[in-house]
């Protein structure tokens, strides 16, 4: 789908995730502590692959794989504003697209410098310019400042907080969440 060399960083490939080969690698990152506002933590391998098996099958909502030089990096999933629940609490304007990030747990020292603004940078060139989209819209939990401060240092802007409403799919019921709104212009991230 996507493949990118970022100077000093490696080559970033985005992929389509395929639910049952990689359910393992997700359910394994979902089900950590770090990724609690993920919302799959307590999961089974097969409830994680039957929710990518639900989204597969959707025009409006899509996951992929990131590797970075061949090696699972992060899961990437895109979708239609206007097709979630994130659409019902702003304007929605022509060319927005929703983006959830869930990186990859950092090795056995933690450390891995410039690391999440590399790879970020890879993933906004796909969604940006290679699905050819002019605003990115993420809605982390209020309570994840971690994510919240992460998309604010790479531009994006804060917009409003909002109470997203509730939603059920396969094996599993996401409660209401407070989201903090942050939006990324294509021409913030690349001016021409």
């Given at each position: ?35 609690a506002f993920w919302g799959m933590r307590g ?31 992060a899961l990437l999933q895109t979708y239609e ?112």
């Amino acid at each position: 789908m996507h493949e990118e060399t970022v100077d000093g960083f490696g080559t970033v490939r985005v992929l389509p995730l395929d639910p049952r080969a990689d359910a393992a690698t997700v359910h394994r990152w979902a089900g950590e502590e770090r990724a609690a506002f993920w919302g799959m933590r307590g999961l089974t391998k097969d409830q994680v692959a039957g929710i990518y098996a639900h989204m597969a099958g959707l025009d409006t909502h899509h996951a992929y794989l990131v590797l970075r030089d061949g090696e699972p990096a992060a899961l990437l999933q895109t979708y239609e504003p206007d097709a979630d629940r994130v659409g019902e609490c702003y304007a929605v304007r022509p060319g927005d697209i929703g983006v959830h990030l869930l990186l990859a747990p950092p090795g056995p020292d933690g450390r891995r410098p410039g690391w999440t603004s590399a790879l970020l940078r890879a993933v906004l060139s796909y969604v940006l310019l290679g699905l050819d989209r002019r605003r990115i819209v993420v809605d982390p939990d209020v309570r994840n400042e971690k994510a919240v401060a992460r998309f604010l240092r790479e531009g994006f802007e804060r917009g409003p907080v909002v109470v997203l409403p509730e939603v059920d799919l396969p094996d599993v019921y996401l409660p209401e969440k407070h989201a903090q709104l942050a939006f990324l212009p294509r021409r913030a991230a690349f001016p021409e």
